[in-house]
Each structure stands twice: as C-alpha cells, then as structure tokens.
C-alpha cells in the first residue's frame, strides 16, 4: 500500500483511477512552500514528510500557466484560485486571443528515495464557464484535442487529458518496473 498525502479528494478520485487499489489517502498537512518551481515545492514537501511517514508515499503539486499573463498563475494557482477564482482569470483574459494555457502537475514520490513525475496538459482558456464537474479551474480550461472544459469531463476523460493523468501514468509504470 502507498500512501498519498493529500487533503484534495478531488485529486485522489483522479488519481485511484489509474493506480487502482495501491493506494490510500492519508491527510497529514505539511508546508508548500512559495517557489518558483513545482518541483520545488513537492522536494520540500517530502522532505518535511519522510521521517513522518512509515512506508512509501507520495504527494502532489500542480498549477495553472496562462501564456498571455506570462505563466501567471503558475505556482500561485491555489492562493489565486481563493482570491479571484474562474470568474476573476476571465476577466483577466476579456478581449485576449492568446489563450493558450498548460496545467502542470507533478507527483514527488518517496521509498527511500525520492523520484519526481511531471505531467503537462497543453490547451486554452474558455471563453466562459462550463461544465460542473472535477474542482478548481476545471470549469475555464478546454485541453488540446477536445471541445470540452475539463467540467465537463467524466474523471475517465479527464484524466486521458489531464495533467495530473499523465503524472500518474509515469508513476505507475515506474512503480510496474519497482516489482
Ligand atoms: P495545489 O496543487 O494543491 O497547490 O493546487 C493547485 C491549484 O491549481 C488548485 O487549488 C486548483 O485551483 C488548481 N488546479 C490544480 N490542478 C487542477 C485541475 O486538475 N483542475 C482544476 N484546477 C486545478
């Protein structure tokens, strides 16, 4: 059994699709640090959690970049997620053609030592809300490939699309390879 720490269910949900029954959610809270970088912040987020922990486990840090803000708000997703939310970025983005965005996500995981999964969704910002389903800007980003808003995706759909997909795809392969 491997652990994830998380306090997003919606995450885990995502995720105990692909990984099936090799996983349990554990919520422990430990610090994200503001970093420049994902890896950044899931590095110091396990080393905070490897001597609490017994047994393997993993946790995971993902973000929002908008092309035409310069990647913002990247790192800063949650904390702008609570502030302005889907109706604040579209506002930001009225009147912009350039709507190119990629999610970001990377799984740090932890048995000793510590191997990092990056997964990159490329696509664009909708043009208004839709769809009521996953959590955060899921209802404002329309993935490469698809007409849809990941809100209005099935978690199966999604995560075909999904950054967090693809992290998790990596760690299962590798986790095949540890056996
Ligand atoms: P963190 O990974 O918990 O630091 O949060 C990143 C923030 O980015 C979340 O609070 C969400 O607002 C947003 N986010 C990350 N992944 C997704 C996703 O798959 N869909 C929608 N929003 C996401």
């Given at each position: 059994m491997i652990y994830f720490v998380t306090s997003n269910k919606h995450k885990y949900e995502e995720i105990s699709k692909i990984l099936q029954h090799e996983i349990e959610m554990l919520h422990i809270p430990y610090p994200e640090i503001q970093a420049n970088s994902l890896e950044e912040v899931v590095e110091y987020g396990i080393n905070y959690l490897k001597n609490r922990i017994n047994g393997p486990f993993f946790i995971e840090d993902s973000g929002l970049f908008i092309q035409a803000l310069k990647?913002?708000?990247?790192?800063?997703s949650s904390y702008v997620f609570k502030c302005i939310g889907n109706k604040g970025i579209l506002k930001l983005m009225e009147?912009?053609?350039?709507r190119k965005a990629q999610f970001m996500s990377v799984i740090g995981f932890y048995n000793g030592g510590m191997y990092l999964f990056r997964g990159i969704s490329e696509g664009k910002i909708a043009e208004e809300e839709r769809g009521?389903?996953?959590?955060?800007y899921d209802p404002i980003f329309i993935p490469n490939?698809?007409?849809?808003?990941f809100g209005e995706m099935e978690i199966e759909e999604k995560n075909k699309f999904s950054h967090r997909g693809k992290a998790a795809i990596k760690l299962k392969q590798f986790l095949e390879n540890l056996l």
């Open positions: 990647g913002f708000p990247g790192v800063f009147g912009v053609i350039d009521d389903r996953g959590f955060g490939g698809s007409q849809k808003t």
